[in-house]
């Protein structure tokens, strides 16, 4: 059983506190996350508008949204798709990942890992030549530094090698093996956060993929051992099932 975590701290960059999360538990063997009847014993709050729901589909009276049926094993962001990232109470290291997702036409989200690093979530059907920002691609980073020319600001992001999205509306499944950054006796880094394998349906998309530092519209700006996994809400409807995690040794 996931155990629960005090209040969480903003700061004023809009990012999440490092602090709030110094007593988060660490992930230490295989879990499911949306096994439960409701989101509050293995997410943090704010849940936003998150419910657990049976299944989802399109909306026959809007291509856009995502319609419901009663039941459990679903995560669904709402009405609208507009409301808070679902986070993790636990914090992953080196992970294996398999979760799965749905869509609607035009509806965006990502899965950060450690809750830093994004690997895309699109309607990218019919895509044919991909890039970072289509499904599966792992997100650019950003460089907010004064005096830099807006189409030069994005950097580092990795386009999936084939386009293997399915239709809206139809599940899809990331399978991830990731490798978190390493640091040393003095907190130095030593690695870089390493997509080890990315799977998009079955397809192998990204391997041995090095990420510098935190993606676009990471919770934290900083790099650590362990981090908990983010699932963005506010860009668009979006479900999620079968979400399980299993922490990997050297």
């Known amino acids: 059983m996931v155990t629960g975590l005090g209040a969480l701290a903003l700061v004023a960059s809009g990012h999440l506190s490092i602090t709030a ?10 879990v499911s996350l949306f096994d439960a009847e409701t989101l509050d014993e293995a997410w943090r709050e704010p849940l936003g508008d998150w419910t657990i729901v049976g299944d989802t589909f399109v909306d026959p009276d809007d291509g856009k949204r995502l319609a419901l049926s009663p039941g459990g094993g679903t995560a669904l962001n709402g009405d609208l798709g507009h409301t808070d990232h679902l986070v993790s109470k636990l914090e992953h290291g080196d992970v294996k990942l398999h979760v799965e997702f749905m869509v609607p036409k035009g509806s965006n989200s990502g899965v950060y890992l450690q809750g830093r690093y994004e690997i895309q979530v ?3 059907w019919g895509v044919e030549m991909p890039t970072y920002s289509d499904c599966g691609g792992i997100y650019q980073r950003w460089n907010d530094a004064p005096g830099i020319e807006d189409d030069a600001r994005g950097f580092e992001g990795r386009p999936p090698r084939v386009n293997a ?3 809206p509306g139809e599940w899809q499944r990331f399978d991830i093996v990731f490798r978190a950054p390493r640091f040393d006796e003095n907190g130095d880094k030593t690695a870089d956060a390493e997509f080890v394998r990315v799977e998009h349906n079955g397809v192998v998309i990204h391997e041995n993929e090095k990420v510098s530092g935190p993606t676009r519209s990471a919770m934290f700006n900083d790099e650590q051992p362990t981090g908990p996994l983010m699932l963005q809400g506010d860009h668009g409807p979006v479900a999620y099932r079968n979400l399980r995690m299993e922490p990997l040794s050297e």
Do not use: M, V
């Open 165 to 167: 999205a399915k239709k």
């Open 122 to 124: 699109l309607d990218s």
């Open 21 to 30: 999360f110094a007593q988060a538990p660490e992930l230490s063997e295989p």
